[in-house]
């Protein structure tokens, strides 16, 4: 299928792509590209580190509720929602905590991927829907709270929409590729 | 919010496994999802610090100036009520091209930067002008062409293939963008979101 074969050079593609366009810029451009490089990493390093707690904290709760057999029972209770669409159950918590909590729904997509395999259709799907929109209400508060705007007017019913069309998106897509 | 589901998931995990039976599972639960946790972290380290290096070096070759030129035609249709040559149309530029090279530290500054712009072209301070909408939904709908967190963490958890949710990733961020765009349009016009001026009010009255 010629739309899945898009998708899939895309993926292939896209990191050398972005490393190639990258350096040659900064080479061209004059920049030290070797030292700035270390720089800019010491933040990835960082960044890793500081999402420990975030992880810890959601991925020591939901395997609890994992192995009480709680996510069982709230599985067998919504799959018959989900079920219709062919969505599978796991990975509804997550795209429900999506607009809410970025660390919440990293942590979420990481307990997927751990348990069901990173490779497997919830695996992808919940990568997929963690890339496909961000942290909304975190990002309206933060934003219209710097200019003291109090009448946020239709921001908050647009950004939700973009939200579930985002992540009904990534089913579709998913469903299509894998 | 998080904090009454983080609670939820707790005392229902204690509670349901005291009834069914298992309790010890509970505690194991707990202590294999945080030693989980450091494991990815940990395995996410490489990659991360792979990618922000290579982005640094893309922030400082102005490759985040490079995108904005490129996409400001389009915004310009976008938004129409900002002015092309305003700072604002400058700041919101460049948050979304760094947003899309997933720069989010150097993205929130200038995301802030074109709110306080966007806020001196507002008549009413209080309320939230039709560019200021359309632009957080944009955001919220995330432009992220490359999602290095995610592949970091599929690293961590030993994928065959990290990569392949690029393509995926791509095809829904950009449903969700465009949605935000046509949504932002189509609601703004309702009356229940107009702005609140003295003569509409009065006029309600």
């Known amino acids: 299928m010629v739309f899945r074969e898009i998708i899939e050079t895309i993926s292939v593609w896209a990191i050398p792509v972005v490393f190639f366009a990258v350096v040659v810029t900064g080479y061209i451009r004059k920049v030290k590209v070797y030292e700035v490089f270390v720089d800019g990493a010491k933040e990835g390093f960082e960044i890793a580190i500081k999402i420990i707690p975030f992880l810890v904290a959601i991925l020591a709760a939901v395997g609890m509720f994992r192995e009480s057999g709680a996510m069982d029972m709230l599985v067998r209770l919504i799959s018959p929602v989900t079920g219709l669409f062919g969505y599978p159950a796991e990975a509804l918590p997550m795209a429900i905590m999506r607009p809410l909590s970025g660390s919440g729904s990293l942590g979420l997509m990481s307990e997927l991927i751990n348990t069901h395999g990173p490779d497997s259709f919830i695996g992808r799907l919940a990568s997929t829907m963690m890339g496909s929109t961000e942290t909304t209400f975190y990002i309206v508060a933060l934003y219209f709270g710097s200019v003291s705007i109090r009448k946020q007017r239709h921001t908050v019913p647009a950004c939700l929409i973009a939200d579930a069309v985002g992540l009904i998106a990534a089913f579709v897509v998913c469903s299509m590729v894998f | ?205």
Request: hydrophobic share 55%; with cysteine; charged share 15%.
């Open chain 2, 1 to 205: 919010m998080i904090n009454v589901i983080w609670l939820l998931l707790i005392v229902l995990a204690v509670v349901i496994g005291g009834v069914t039976g298992d309790i010890g599972k509970v505690t194991e639960g707990a202590m294999n999802g945080a030693r989980t946790s450091v494991d990815l972290a940990l395995g996410l380290i490489g990659f991360m610090a792979l990618w922000l290096g290579l982005m640094r070096v893309a922030e400082e070759a102005g490759l985040v100036q490079f995108i904005a030129r490129l996409v400001k035609p389009v915004m310009r249709r976008i938004f129409p009520d900002v002015p092309p040559e305003h700072p604002a149309m400058g700041a919101m530029l460049m948050n979304m091209a760094a947003n899309a090279l997933g720069l989010g530290n150097a993205a929130t500054p200038l995301g802030l930067k074109a709110m306080k712009e966007l806020q001196t072209l507002n008549e009413y301070k209080d309320q939230a002008t039709n560019a200021m909408a359309t632009f957080l939904a944009i955001n919220t709908s995330d432009v992220t062409i490359i999602p290095a967190t995610v592949i970091g963490i599929r690293i961590a958890a030993d994928s065959a293939a990290p990569t392949e949710i690029i393509g995926t990733t791509i095809i829904a961020t950009s449903c969700s963008t465009i949605a935000a765009i046509v949504s932002a349009k189509l609601l703004q016009r309702l009356k229940a979101f107009r702005v609140e001026t003295e003569k509409n009010v009065q006029n309600e009255n």
